[in-house]
């Protein structure tokens, strides 16, 4: 019962998996697996860990904040959402006219969009070697 009710909270590293999940769905529908989504969670999370601590507190309170935003409405958090309504929300986010929110999305969207391309080339790089290998 604890689980269940602290997964109703906001939380920075459930809301950077459904978030990544969402803009991977968006950017690439046929690549979304549980193994590059992985990599793109973890190489977030250790990006932001990196970051000087003025840059990390705002990007987590941020990403929090973008958590919450559907609470009014929904009464979940973003990483409670079915991905009809995460398309939505980081749509709405993308295109709205408050910076802080467009610099959000542009931030994960970025990652993800490094990550999935950089899984893609090391699996087309290994294809080649296994194709001149015979």
Do not use: N
């Not at 602290?6 to 769905?25: F, H, I, K, Q």
């Not at 986010?93 to 970025?110: D, E, H, K, M, P």
């Amino acid at each position: 019962m604890k689980s269940q009710h602290r997964d109703m909270l906001p939380s920075v590293e459930r809301c950077v998996g459904a978030l990544t999940d969402t803009l991977a769905r968006l950017e690439r529908p046929e690549r979304c697996g549980e193994e590059s989504l992985g990599k793109t969670v973890a190489f977030i999370l250790e990006t932001q860990a990196r970051m000087p601590d003025y840059l990390r507190l705002l990007f987590r309170v941020l990403t929090l904040i973008f958590d919450a935003w559907p609470y009014v409405v929904t009464g979940k958090p973003f990483h409670r959402l079915d991905l009809a309504r995460r398309i939505d929300q980081v749509e709405h986010w993308g295109r709205s006219r408050l910076t802080f929110r467009q610099a959000v999305i542009a931030f994960y969207r970025s990652f993800t969009i490094f990550v999935l391309y950089s899984e893609l080339s090391k699996e087309d790089a290994h294809d080649g070697v296994r194709d001149k290998c015979g």
